[in-house]
């Protein structure tokens, strides 16, 4: 029974001190994965704060892009209005021209 007994004593301490070394490497391995993790949360914030200064940009850039486009439409409203104006004034003086043939052909009959 004595026997019986340290050798179930000698098992535990063997599985106390496999337990004890197992529970040191998972100490380790927890460190290490701590470290990484602290290094992938700075990599992170660094990746959160470039995207953060890419969306200014791209927004900075949007609006240089839209000022220049509201500058080309204003330019080609005005030029269709003076292309407007333009074809009035050319069909004015096409009736002028018209009425002027008219008047040029009366007379012709009339002498």
């Known amino acids: 029974l004595v026997q019986q007994t ?3 004593l000698q ?3 063997q599985r106390a001190l496999e337990a004890e070394n ?3 490497k998972l100490k380790r391995e927890m460190f290490l994965l701590q470290g990484e993790l602290e290094n992938i949360k ?3 914030e660094n990746l959160r704060a470039g995207q953060t200064t890419d969306l200014g940009a791209m927004k900075q850039n949007i609006d ?3 000022q220049n486009l509201h ?3 204003s330019g080609a409203n005005w030029s269709i209005r003076q292309l407007v104006s333009g074809a009035e004034l050319l069909h004015f003086v ?3 021209l018209k009425s002027t043939g008219k ?3 009366v007379e012709a009959e009339a002498e």
């Open 22 to 24: 197992n529970v040191e």
């Open 6 to 8: 340290e050798r179930s």
């Open 103 to 105: 008047i040029s052909e």
């Open 11 to 13: 098992l535990m301490t």
């Open 42 to 44: 700075a990599e992170n």
């Open 64 to 66: 240089i892009a839209l």
């Open 94 to 96: 096409a009736e002028l």
């Open 71 to 73: 500058r080309i439409v």
